[in-house]
């Protein structure tokens, strides 16, 4: 499937052109949901892309805006495949929201953490490490649930036609040793790999860069292949992380992902600081 078709992005596009359309015939939330004896807050998320929508409440909603039959005919092809289930759907107990969808489908991804080695990069005994250390009374059942998850996530970087990923990561990410050494030294010799790969950069803000604009905490923004896509900024956290949309919000992630970008070493010389610890990891 090329990137920028999956069901998320799909859905995001078409919430995008029904709430254009509603504006357009100068109607509101209310009077919408009136006219079609539905709630606000029905109407509301599916503007805003929270829920699935069926393609008869889409063909009922574009009647009343008055769109012509082919436009409306596209927009319902739209709303039925955006009611493809994805590989994520069958985690559902794990992913919450649309993130991993839209992380599925995106053409860029740029990533930076200031504790960890980013997700799409963790080795099995590395993420293990995490996830149990983030969830201590969890059972033996969900960890090994949300590891095979994380695994599966990254298969995306294995694609035929892969998204571009870069990742600035705090250089505390690699002296902190998660898992025991051997786990540690394995992470980053799985860094080491991932730098060579075409569509990968990697690069590692030094000690000596001082304080700077990730110290907030990390974050992910996604780019699509379509401009009727908009950038996404997604933000972790461990009670569950949450999509940002507003463009003035993803414009502010970006220039501070600018300076991030800046005080980082470059690609060449973050891979140096890898080999040279994961060269004394391995000579312990």
Known sequence: MARGHGPEVRRRRLASELRRLREAAELTIGEVSDRLRCSTSKVSRIETGHVGVRPQDV?????????????????????????????WH??????????????ADASSLRAFQALLVPGLLQTRRYAHAVIRAMRPHAPDAEIKRRVSARMRRQRLLA?????????????????????????????????REAAALPHVTLRVVPFDAGAHSGMEGPFLILGFPERADPDVV???????????????EVERYSVMFDHLRYHALGHEDSTRVLDKLSGAARSR
């Open 59 to 87: 063909r009922a909603m574009l009647t009343l805006y008055g769109v012509g039959q082919r436009e409306s005919d596209e927009l319902v092809q739209l709303a039925h495949e955006a009611r493809t289930r994805g590989w």
């Open 90 to 103: 069958s985690y559902s107990e794990v992913f919450t929201g649309s993130f991993v969808g839209l992380e």
């Open 234 to 248: 997604y933000v972790d956290s461990t009670t569950g992380g949450v999509c940002l949309e507003e463009p003035g």
């Open 159 to 191: 694609e035929e036609s892969p998204p571009s990923y870069e990742a600035v990561m705090d250089e505390a990410v690699l002296h902190r040793v998660v898992g025991g050494r051997d786990v540690m030294t394995e992470q980053l010799l799985r860094l």
